[in-house]
């Protein structure tokens, strides 16, 4: 059984940061990509962000490349998402999710589909105000 828990959402004001953190617990957690999506009220689950098994390449989407970064540490079993410059439109309840699947040759195309991830956290609610 994987859980993955985020933590860390909450209220800031236009242009402050964030830290996400999402622990896994289960076994194996080197043996998993992980991403982060987030999901406004009425909206598509959108990619987010995306690290690979090893940490050896990351991948963004659009809306917040140079803004975000993720990063993971093995040690720990936890995968984190530094958010900076946050924008009203960042608002959203963000989830992280485990893929086992990935491998050297995946891309930006695989990350970025929510039904290549089979485990998903409960989310944590980012509000950004204006």
């Known amino acids: 059984q994987v859980r993955l828990q985020e933590s860390g959402g909450g209220l800031v004001q236009a242009g402050g940061s964030l830290k996400l953190s999402c622990e896994f617990s289960?076994?194996?957690?080197?043996?998993?990509?992980l991403g982060w999506f987030s999901q406004a009220p009425g909206k598509e689950r959108e990619f987010v962000a995306a690290?690979?098994?090893?940490?050896?390449?990351?991948f963004y989407g659009d809306s917040v490349k140079g803004r975000f970064t993720i990063s993971r540490d093995n040690a720990k079993n936890t995968v984190y998402l530094q958010m900076h410059s946050l924008k009203p439109e960042d608002t959203a309840r963000y989830h992280c999710?485990?893929?086992?699947?990935?491998?050297?040759?995946?891309?930006?195309?695989?990350?970025?589909?929510?039904?290549?991830?089979?485990?998903w956290g409960q989310g944590t609610q980012v509000t950004v105000s204006a």
């Open positions: 289960g076994r194996a957690f080197s043996a998993y990509a």
């Open positions: 690290i690979s098994k090893n940490g050896g390449s990351t």
């Open positions: 999710a485990a893929d086992p699947h990935a491998g050297y040759y995946s891309g930006p195309s695989h990350y970025s589909r929510r039904d290549e991830y089979d485990y």
